[in-house]
């Protein structure tokens, strides 16, 4: 098996760029399914962008013990690579697929997005997972169908779905969206977070996590508000 003997700094200059190649391997396959920027909801240009916190190079000194330039390291490259990948799962947990511009000012600072220490939440159909990291941001929400532009048609045709809410303690909501007064110049994610209970620092404080929102299909009806512990 291949090793690699010498210093964090060295690690980076010499492996780092084969990282960059894994890291474009897994976000490809999401930011297809995703299919639109979890901040504003378009769907040109997108990009996939670390967490704060759970960048790339903060994962490499997480696997190799320490963060120190000169910090002397010895790694088995095969099980590095596997150790690796399994800190990109569940896919949010270190990965946001944002647009352009909101991968430039959420680099910047002005667009944020953190997750409650400790949580974690597994998705149901057509979403992703959440986990740990921080700090105030924007709410996560995924949608089914994932697609915004297939999810905005279904909903003005349907007129009706349901929210999907996962709270910090393991509990799910859901509820129905009436959706009678969505047009076609409304936004779906903007909509969706000028929901008094979705609003920043409204969301945290209720120990929100992550909301999922499906097109109700016909014959299904809609689901009154229940709750559960997963």
């Keep these: 098996m291949a090793k ?6 060295e690690f980076k ?12 391997q897994i976000t490809k396959k999401q930011k297809a399914a995703v299919g639109a920027c979890e901040h504003c909801g378009s769907n040109e240009n997108l990009e996939s962008a670390h967490v704060r916190g ?10 190799l013990g320490t963060s120190e330039p000169d910090g002397a390291v010895s790694v088995d490259l095969g099980q590095f690579d ?13 990965m946001l697929i944002l647009c352009m511009d909101c991968h ?5 600072g002005h667009v944020r997005r953190g997750r409650p220490t ?27 169908p994932p697609q915004v532009d297939d999810f905005k ?9 349901e929210l999907t809410v996962f709270y910090r303690d393991g509990r ?16 779906v994610f903007g909509n969706l977070r000028s929901r008094p209970e979705f609003r920043q620092g409204e969301w945290q404080a209720r120990g929100i996590v992550r909301v999922h929102v499906r097109v109700l299909v016909g014959g299904r009806g809609d689901k009154r508000g229940t709750n559960s512990r997963s």
């Design 54 to 63: 759970r960048d790339r190079t903060d994962i490499i000194d997480l696997l």
């Design 82 to 94: 596997g150790a690796f990948r399994s800190e990109h799962e569940p896919f949010e947990k270190a």
């Design 118 to 144: 400790g949580a974690r939440v597994t998705t149901g159909r057509a979403g992703v997972s959440a986990s740990a990291s921080g700090g105030a941001d924007f709410l996560p929400i995924t949608l089914d």
């Design 104 to 108: 430039r000012k959420y680099d910047s």
């Design 4 to 9: 690699f003997d010498g210093t964090n700094r």
């Design 172 to 187: 799910t909501e859901t509820r129905p969206w009436n959706a009678s007064r969505f047009s076609e110049t409304s936004n």
């Design 13 to 24: 200059r010499y492996i780092g760029a084969q990282l960059r190649v894994v890291v474009q």
């Design 153 to 161: 048609s279904q909903l003005l045709g349907r007129k009706s779905a």
